[in-house]
Each structure stands twice: as C-alpha cells, then as structure tokens.
C-alpha cells in the first residue's frame, strides 16, 4: 500500500506530541547538571553556611572534589529509581494502556521536579531526583509502543528519530532558560518553573492521545496504511520472565546495557567538563553555557534524525532490517570514537566538534536501538521490552555514576572519553553475536511458551 496522502498523516501529529513530551521530560531531567555548576547551590548542598561575620564561605578544591562524589551518588540515585521504574512503567503500560500510564508518569516527575525547590541537602536532592527517575521512566517506554501503534514498520526507525529529537531540544532550552533563572533569581527557581511544564504537558496529552482505531481524526486510508504490514497482536501480555528467555531480549537490553550509560554521562558532566577541565583554553560557565550547548545538540538533533532516516532509507531499497539497522549502528558506533580526542585537545572550539559528532552518532544509534523492540516483538509487549532494555540502560548508568565523580576527581576527564569511545562498537559486535539475524518472536510463539498475564488495555 502507497503511503497516504497530505491529508491522511495525522500519525505525524501523534510524533510531534511525543517530540514535545521527550523535550519536557529532558528539561526537568536536565536541570541539576547545569545548576550543580553555581557555587552558591554546591555551598548550600555541602551545608556551608557564611563565617561570623556573614561573609561567604570559600569553596576550596576539597570541598568541590567533595561535591562531585556525592553529585555521582545524586545521580546514581536517580539512575537506580529510573531503572526500577523502567520495569514497572513497561509492565504497567501494556497492562492499563499508554494513555493512561503515560499519564500516572507525568504527574510523578512533574511533582518530583517542583519538590526539588525546596531540597537543602545532598540527602533530600537525592530523594527528589530518585522520585523524578521514578516517574520519567515512563517517557520512551510509552513513546516507543505509541509509534508501535501508530506506523508500519518501515516508518518505525524515522518517526523513533523524530521523537528522540526532542531529548535534545530539551537540554538545548535548559542550557538556554536554567542560566538565566539561576542569574537572576537564585537556582531553586530553576526547578520550580521548568517542573510546572509537566503540568501542561498532562493535560494535552490526556486530552489528544488514543491508539488509532480509536481516533476520530485519523482517516480509514491512513488507518489501513498504518495497518498494512498485517503484524499478529499477542491476545495477551507476557511476562518478564517469558520475555528474558528470547535472545532478541537480550540483543536489545545489550544495547542500551553498554550505551545508555554514555549518554547519561554527557548529560551529566558536560557542564562541569566544559566549566572545570583544565586543559581547555577558555572555561564556560552559567553566563557563556547556551551557544556551545545549542551547538552540541542541534547536531546531535540533526544525527537522531538522520539517522533514523537512513535507516528507513535502506530498507526502501530493500535492503532486510537487520542490514539496514545493523550497517546505520555501525557508522554510529565509528563517529563516536574520535571523541577521546576531546579530554586531550586545548581547544574549546576542536572539542565542542568532537562532543557533536559523538553526541550525534549516539542520538542515531538510540533512534535505532528504539526500533528493534518494535521489530522483534509483538506490540502488545512492546513497552515491557523497552522496560526491561531500559532497566540494563540504567543499570549500566548506576555503574557508571558511581564511579565518574571518582575516577574525574582522582584523573580527570580522559578515562571517562576513553570508555565512551569503545563502548557502541563492543556493543555492536556483542548483540551481533548473539542475534546474527534480526528474526522477530511471532505472536504464536509467546501464546504457547508460557504463561499469560491480564490483557492489555489501550
């Protein structure tokens, strides 16, 4: 079937709001790693109050070095409720719907990020951030089964980059808006106006969402053409279990085990990295932030969308998905490599390039990776694999978060390069190991290997 015309793509639309949640979601997610670089947050963070006579208190080298250990631990926190969410929301999505689990995740991170406010301690940040991790777990799980429902599966990769764009925008605007508030107002207003977003957002997506036979918009030629790949709908949810016994569980979850973890790591240190490293010539801080971080991720903006396109652009070729996903992930998995180069260069200008061409590539090996949970399952299990892959993603960011305010106090930024430089192509040869051929589980197969969970709702 020939793709519908103008008037028949309102699934776009469904693609714009999941673009506009992810760049909330970003937002909220995003703040802390700019506000952790005012020295008046790290003070009231480390409970330095003024000497006697009301002067401020000094932040020595100890007491930052200090702050970047517990900073690790803050987001190791965050990382350990998002991975525990991962599996919950997945589970919780295909069983209640993404209308309305999406939704239950949106008020929780919303709520959590305004209660970052009043946070006075490293203790009560890490509770908030961990609430947050909780309730934005929800994000890609129902992003990933919404474009499940919503397109054909030579579409799946392009719309996955579009959507996943908006991480990007989100830390665009957050570079952009959280410098000035924390300038003008002090950094706890930061959080309480980008939490207020979500807000927003819920009452949209409440009141937009449906799956498409549902939807009073969409016309019967799109429909049919969102239909036309004929896919078998598992009658029933699986269970986690039944789901861990496929090796295409596991090529996935590889993925995101062994690059996820880089990604939380550029979300959380590039302030620092750029406002600290002293091998660079010229440091950014809170007033310069926003044409360097504006560059960094319209690049990466422009990777999750290439890529994801080229994806797509291969398979109308005819090339088979597995060629087509696994050749995308490997020109990914080339251009983050260079970027070790970035802790070892004095040039502020040679490593914000570098820091966009990795950023980039990763960006387009998310748009695909997103992909293979909806090109090796059933949707109806669609988000519980994205749980589960999401859950190794996060796990892999604890480890990684742990140990980074430490090994970047004790030897700076190039160990850090250097993992982030291998770690797609290990991937790569990893999930081609272990699944040669992209080979989808078929609907009959999970009906007969296990046992059966309450059905899903949409």
């Known amino acids: 079937m020939q793709t519908p015309t103008t008037s028949g793509r309102f699934r776009w639309r469904i693609v714009a709001l999941l673009f506009l949640a992810t760049t909330i979601n970003y937002v909220d997610r995003q703040v802390l790693s700019f506000t952790m670089t005012d020295d008046l947050f790290r003070k009231e963070m480390l409970g330095l109050a003024p000497d006697r006579n009301g002067a ?40 209640i719907g993404t209308r309305r689990g999406f939704s239950l995740g949106i008020i929780v991170w919303s709520i959590a990020a305004v209660l970052t406010t009043f946070v006075n301690n490293m203790a009560g940040l890490r509770w908030t951030r961990a609430f947050l991790g909780l309730g934005e777990s929800a994000n890609f799980p129902s992003s990933v089964k919404t474009v499940a429902d919503w397109f054909p599966k030579n579409e799946r990769s392009f719309a996955h980059g579009l959507f996943n764009a908006g991480t990007n925008v989100g830390i665009i605007l957050t570079a952009l808006i959280v410098p000035y508030l924390i300038l003008q107002f002090g950094w706890r ?89 002293d091998a660079l010539d010229q440091k950014l801080d809170l007033k310069s932030f926003g044409m360097p971080f504006l560059i960094i991720y319209a690049v990466s903006d422009a990777g999750s969308i290439f890529f ?95 140990l980074a305010g430490r090994i970047i106090t004790a030897f700076g930024y190039r160990p850090m390069f250097i993992i982030a430089s291998c770690s797609y192509l290990l991937a790569l040869v990893i999930i081609h190991l272990v699944l040669p051929k992209l080979e989808p589980v078929k609907a009959e197969e999970l009906e007969k290997s296990g046992h059966w969970l309450v059905g899903s709702r949409s």
């Open 308 to 402: 994801g396109w080229l994806s797509t652009q291969f398979m109308k070729r005819g090339w088979s998905a597995n060629r087509a996903r696994k050749t995308t992930m490997l020109i990914c998995a080339l251009c983050v490599v260079p970027i070790f180069f970035a802790a070892q260069t004095s040039s502020l200008t040679v490593a914000i390039a570098l820091i966009s061409l990795a950023t980039a590539a990763h960006q387009g090996w998310a748009a695909n990776m997103y992909t293979f949970a909806s090109d090796l399952f059933p949707k109806n299990v669609v988000a519980s694999v994205s749980g589960i892959g999401g859950m190794f993603g996060s796990v892999g960011g604890i480890l990684l978060s742990l």
């Open 189 to 277: 207003s930061s959080f309480l106006i980008t939490g207020l977003l979500g807000f927003g957002l819920l009452i949209l997506w409440w009141f937009t969402y449906s799956k498409p036979e549902r939807s009073t918009k969409l016309s019967a030629e799109e429909l049919a053409y969102i239909r036309s790949d004929n896919e078998k709908v598992a009658p029933r949810t699986v269970s986690w279990g039944q789901l861990l016994g496929y090796k295409q569980t596991w090529a996935f979850a590889i993925g995101k085990l062994l690059a996820d973890p880089i990604w939380w790591f550029y979300m959380s240190w590039l302030p620092d990295f750029f406002n600290s490293n």
């Open 56 to 95: 401020p208190t000094l932040l020595t080298k100890e007491a930052t070095d200090r702050f970047k250990v517990l900073y690790g631990d803050v987001d190791a926190a965050f990382k350990f409720a998002y991975a525990i969410g991962f599996l919950l929301v997945g589970w919780l999505i295909d069983r």
